[in-house]
């Protein structure tokens, strides 16, 4: 993720899904193109796979990490 938009894009998309309450997208420092997406969520309405699959299919693969 390198450009000013996709970030923006990841979140907007993750956001959309029912059940989430909040996202936010970190590009991670060093210019590898790879961001962390944080999102608080309703665990009994969509799950982390769910949220990973969504950033995926907008073009932005995604994988889920340990829950925080």
């Known amino acids: 993720m390198s450009c000013v938009t996709c970030a923006p ?32 969520y309703d665990d009994a309405r969509v799950t982390p796979a769910a949220l990973a699959l969504a950033s995926t299919r907008a073009g932005y693969p995604a994988r889920v990490q340990a829950r925080r």
Request: net charge positive; hydrophobic share 40%.
């Open 9 to 40: 894009i990841v979140r907007r998309t993750i956001s959309r899904i029912p059940g989430v309450e909040a996202v936010t997208v970190t590009v991670t420092p060093g210019g590898r193109g790879q961001a962390v997406a944080t999102v608080t």
